[in-house]
């Protein structure tokens, strides 16, 4: 049989599946912490080391890692060229906004990705949530599953930060191709931001200081409402490439963006759904005690179409209810995002990361 050389293994779909590749594929996990070839379940000691008590290595050893309080977990660190191809893992919904996820390309100091671990898997209100889209899959009861394409051309380090003072267990597989990297391919990158409240008449800054050229790929939102009444007024702004006051790209209404309309309603009740590109897949009510305010998660990829710039990006998104007499109210509501884009290295610094107290779902 003759080989194809001309594959790389990346940009997988149903289309290229039978074409044949050098790309060699690995997994990183908690029973084979490097990923190396032959190197799996060879554990004597681990989480489930005392389960497996009567029958030895080789059964269930190391399932699973325990990351102590105020400490930082190396996940996987791997020797390039190659891409991330799926991040599986799950932890104590308890952990989802002190577990702080980052991602390292190429042995830079500061991370492209950093993002409490639920929000990147869109579960920002600490709630299990299932979500059903391409990039990102959320299954019972918790199984949190990243298909973000993650090219790397000398290293790739993944870290989760426990940042609260308990220890949590962590379940993870890291699955790789270790593979050549065409030269447009560009670094992944996930940035976090919270505004709890929003302040008047300002607007949530979801992205600000890209520098460089790129594709913005999927927004995140964990949105508290604040007031009663219907919320979703608001413009999603995308400004490129030296727009200052006004942008090139701006939506009609929040639910509109998310790919829904007339403010989700039907038969006067929030309908929630969960789609391959875009959905509004979790409504929380209020319960009437100690839950007092309705929450939301809703999140839109741009796979099939990413927004391009060549220098820089921002991208803003407003909170916007009514008051009487059919006039908008700018509203003060609790908004945390992620943002989720490609672009080239190097990228600017991110703002400040919120503290432990600024995170935390109350």
Not at 189 to 215: C, F, N, W
Request: net charge negative; hydrophobic share 35%; aromatic share 14%.
């Amino acid at each position: 049989m003759k080989h194809m050389s001309g594959f790389d293994g990346l940009g997988m779909g149903l289309g290229n599946l039978s074409r044949l590749s050098k790309a060699k594929t690995r997994s990183i996990s908690a029973e084979n912490f490097t990923g190396e070839k032959g190197k799996g379940g060879m554990a004597t000691e681990g989480t489930g080391a005392a389960c497996a008590i009567d029958l030895g290595q080789g059964w269930k050893i190391s399932p699973s890692v325990v990351i102590a309080g105020k400490s930082v977990f190396t996940m996987a660190d791997i020797a390039g060229p190659g891409v991330i191809q799926h991040i599986w893992l799950t932890c104590h919904p308890k952990a989802w906004r002190y577990f702080i996820f980052n991602i390292y390309w190429d042995n830079e100091n500061e991370p492209s990705v950093k993002v409490p671990v639920g929000d990147f898997f869109c579960n920002g209100w600490c709630e299990r949530s299932n979500v059903n889209s391409v990039p990102v899959a959320v299954n019972p009861a918790g199984g949190f599953n990243s298909y973000w394409e993650m090219p790397f051309r000398k290293a790739a380090k993944i870290t989760m930060e426990n940042i609260s003072d308990e220890d949590v267990v962590l379940y993870y597989q890291v699955d790789y191709t270790l593979t050549d990297v065409p030269n447009d391919a560009a670094y992944f990158h996930a940035q976090y931001r919270r505004s709890s409240p929003l302040q008047y008449k300002e607007v949530h800054t979801i992205l600000d200081g890209v520098k460089g050229q790129g594709h913005y790929v999927g927004t995140y939102l964990a949105w508290q409402v604040n007031n009663n009444k219907w919320f979703g007024e608001g413009e999603i702004k995308f400004f490129m490439d030296g727009d200052k006051e006004f942008p090139t790209i701006c939506g009609t209404g929040t639910e509109d963006y998310f790919g829904g309309a007339w403010n989700w309603d039907q038969d006067g009740q929030y309908v929630t759904y969960s789609t391959a590109f875009l959905g509004m897949h979790q409504a929380i009510k209020a319960d009437g005690l100690y839950q007092a305010n309705q929450r939301f998660g809703m999140y839109r990829w741009h796979i099939m179409d990413p927004i391009r710039f060549e220098d820089d990006l921002r991208v803003t998104i407003q909170a916007l209810g009514w008051r009487s007499g059919r006039r908008y109210l700018p509203l003060k509501d609790d908004i945390a995002s992620v943002a989720f884009w490609y672009q080239s290295e190097p990228h600017q610094s991110y703002p400040q990361f919120p503290s432990k107290d600024d995170l935390e779902v109350i």
